[in-house]
């Protein structure tokens, strides 16, 4: 499984943060993700009243749909603005807060409280500020993250997870050779790596 050229492949915070401001966003479906309604019983698997965490997730509109069944739904993004857009597109009135333990961490919670959505690095999230998870769903994560990060960002979500969570992974397969990413490829062989 050669990842070609992007095994050395970075994209800073403020790459991501520009995508947003220039409306580059072609990762964001309009709709919910046929995958997420085609296996949400595997990852309710009969429970209800779920916390359900959303790495990296941008204004994905699955948050919504998510905590109108019921579910607590926390995400983190490092930009605002796609937060912001995610509350003013679904019209959600939000509270905004600090973080205290994450410098410069905000946190816009819709006043309903179901949802809380940290404004900050994902790496700068731990269990011990955002609390243990039912279910992940990973639509575009971890083949966002740079591949030098894989390792701490599988052990980050691993330990996010309560014992018998579910987590739902998204990945893209194509020739690396010929796309630089992101989306990154990440071959199977390395996801059972990661998580076991």
Request: charge should be negative; charged fraction near 20%.
């Amino acid at each position: 499984s050669d990842i070609g050229s992007q095994k050395e492949r970075v994209v800073t915070e403020e790459e991501w943060l520009q995508k947003w401001e220039m409306g580059n966003i072609g990762f964001h479906k309009e709709q919910g993700h046929p995958l997420l309604q085609k296996y949400l019983d595997v990852l309710l698997n009969g429970r209800s009243g779920l916390r359900i965490f959303f790495p990296l997730c941008g204004k994905a509109v699955e948050m919504k749909w998510l905590a109108d069944m019921g579910h607590n739904v926390v995400g983190v993004e490092v930009s605002e603005q796609a937060l912001k857009e995610f509350f003013s597109e679904h019209s959600l009135p939000y509270c905004e807060e600090p973080v205290p333990e994450i410098s410069g961490g905000k946190m816009f919670q819709s006043t309903s409280g179901n949802i809380s959505l940290y404004c900050c690095s994902i790496y700068d999230l731990s269990s011990s500020i955002v609390g243990k998870f039912d279910g992940v769903w990973d639509r575009g994560a971890l083949v966002a993250v740079n591949p030098c990060d894989r390792q701490r960002y599988a052990s980050l979500m691993i330990n996010l997870m309560e014992k018998n969570s579910s987590y739902l992974l998204v990945t893209v397969s194509y020739d690396p050779n010929k796309h630089k990413g992101p989306p990154f490829y990440v071959p199977e062989s390395e996801i059972k790596s990661l998580f076991g």
